[in-house]
């Protein structure tokens, strides 16, 4: 008797942790909340202007990039596969490229280089 007790216990309590395990509903990753993508990009842009030191009409280019390519991702749900977004991400960093001027772009390289060799060195 004791034995099947203890089997319709084990078994109910194997069920019930089985059921709320699946009725846990995650957010969606992609869906972010706005005043922090809106800080992230804030932050990357001062640290962009540190860098190549920007004019205030770039700063403003840059934003409307970035909110351009945030609305395009929220409008198209096909770039939420891991290559639409690579390419996203790829169009995006080369329209803000264009908005800097050769010598800012010399800059930036020359900052990226410094730390790319710093971690690529063996031994």
């Not at 969606?28 to 992230?40: E, G, H, K, M, Q």
């Not at 290559?83 to 996203?88: C, D, I, S």
Request: net charge positive; no cysteine; hydrophobic share 35%.
């Amino acid at each position: 008797m004791k034995k099947i007790i203890f089997a319709i216990a084990a078994i109910v309590t194997f069920t019930a942790g089985n059921t709320f395990a699946q009725r846990y509903n995650r957010p969606n990753p992609a869906v972010i909340d706005a005043r922090a993508d809106n800080a992230a990009e804030e932050f990357k842009i001062n640290k962009l202007d540190e860098i190549v030191k920007l004019t205030r009409k770039q700063e403003n280019q840059i934003k409307k990039i970035e909110n351009k390519y945030d609305r395009l991702i929220d409008r198209n749900q096909r770039y939420h596969t891991y290559q639409g977004m690579k390419r996203l991400e790829e169009e995006k960093q080369k329209e803000i490229l264009d908005v800097l001027t050769p010598a800012q772009r010399q800059r930036l390289f020359a900052y990226q280089h410094r730390f790319d060799n710093r971690y690529n060195r063996r031994g």
